[in-house]
Nanobody, 124 residues
Framework: QVQLVESGGGLVQAGGSLRLSCAAS????????MGWFRQAPGEEREFVAA????????YYSDSVKGRFTISRDNAKNTQYLQMNNLKPEDTAVYYC?????????????????WGQGTQVTVSS
């Protein structure tokens, strides 16, 4: 079992930045690929970004590419999502997720463990 706890969400004006963190409970964190998803009210959960276990593989949705950066620190059992140039359409609950595989990381079905989510609100 892997417990994931997100932090760093909040209210920010359009054009601003936030950094989300996701702390994992297990030392085997380094064996998992990690991802970020988000869900806006009335919308389905959507893929945002993912990172391979060693940080080499980086994957982004088209909507955030060039603005968001995913990273991880295996020594701290933590992954991050740096979000720059935020837009009102980025408003959502952001979820951290852990996957035991390196395949299909753009899909929620690849992930076995999820955090409780952190709210990000971008005002115009």
């Amino acid at each position: 079992q892997v417990q994931l706890v997100e932090s760093g969400g909040g209210l920010v004006q359009a054009g601003g930045s936030l950094r989300l963190s996701c702390a994992a409970s297990r030392r085997t964190f380094s064996t998992y690929a990690m991802g970020w998803f988000r869900q806006a009210p009335g919308e389905e959960r959507e893929f945002v970004a993912a990172i391979s276990w060693n940080g080499v593989g980086l994957y982004y949705s088209d909507s955030v590419k060039g603005r968001f950066t995913i990273s991880r620190d295996n020594a701290k059992n933590t992954q991050y999502l740096q979000m720059n140039n935020l837009k009102p359409e980025d408003t959502a609950v952001y979820y951290c997720a852990a996957s035991p595989t390196a395949i299909g990381l753009r899909y929620a079905t690849a992930y076995d463990y999820w955090g409780q989510g952190t709210q990000v609100t971008v005002s115009s």
